[in-house]
């Protein structure tokens, strides 16, 4: 299926690895020009000659923290007449709020909610003027299902859904679409980190110890971050225009509710 992307311009943010990483591949299989970011340069420019060798896509690096203003600046710079943007960055620790003070909050606010948010207003007036544009939002499932111990996360990523949830329908009638992305769990380097420290506990080995966790969910299985780009691509489609303001959830079906 054409998704109608070819020569479009992307950035997708924290994208040396993981989930950032499975949206920039899928996007460039499309023939889309993507510009990435990370703050390890090594990793970085190891994902990208990845993707051109896969795919033959023009693929630009900006090394840079994309939660800061120095980051965002320089991934904007690069990357002139943005049609799609894939807003991603890593949540805040978890921990019990009664140890959280102000700046553990702004810096959780900063990171998950106000980046995102300043790096549409960067890009949707363009998009506007162009009749065309594609944000996606790599946020978590805890947006619908909250996780008691990530507080900070579900405040935050929460705060930006609400924000979204408006203005993605101010700018649908310029053929721009403003969505979510929420994953659950999915095999990246976090998920195998974590079950690696339990494993250690447990005596299980990793593949184990990542299917014991998967046991309770619907399929059984973590998520490929393969599938999760796919679902990206999906979104950013010339033919998705009618989807707006809206949060896909990715989690094999653990999440039980009729609406989703």
Request: hydrophobic share 45%.
């Amino acid at each position: 299926m054409d998704m109608g992307l070819r020569g479009k311009t992307a950035l997708v943010c924290a994208a040396s690895k993981g989930l950032g990483k499975a949206c920039a591949m899928a996007l460039a299989r499309e023939g889309v020009n993507v510009t990435i970011t990370a703050r390890g340069v090594d990793v970085l420019e190891a994902t990208a000659a990845e993707i051109r060798a896969a795919t033959g896509a023009r693929v630009v690096t900006v090394v840079g923290d994309i939660t800061t203003e120095a980051g965002r600046a320089a991934a904007l710079a690069a990357t002139p007449d943005i049609d799609i943007l894939v807003n991603n960055a890593g949540g805040p620790p978890p921990g019990d709020f009664r140890d959280w003070e102000r700046d553990d909050w702004i810096k959780a606010v900063d990171a998950n909610m106000l980046t995102p948010i300043f790096l549409i207003k960067a890009v949707v007036d363009g998009m506007i003027a162009r009749k065309f544009g594609r944000i996606v939002n790599i946020t978590s499932a805890s947006v619908k299902s909250p996780i008691a111990a990530l507080g900070m996360s579900n405040g935050a990523r929460a705060g930006l859904t609400g924000f979204v949830a408006g203005l993605a329908r101010q700018v649908a009638r310029h053929n721009v679409t403003i969505n979510g992305l929420l994953p659950g769990p999915f095999l990246t380097d976090r998920l195998r980190g974590t079950s690696a420290a339990m494993a250690g506990k447990t005596g299980r080995s990793l593949d184990d110890e990542i299917a014991f966790r998967m046991k309770d969910t619907p399929t059984g299985r973590a998520g490929d971050p393969a599938e999760f780009g796919d679902a990206c691509v999906f979104l950013c489609a010339a033919s998705s225009s009618y989807i707006v303001g809206q949060n896909l959830l990715l989690d094999g079906g653990a999440f039980n509710s009729m609406l989703g």
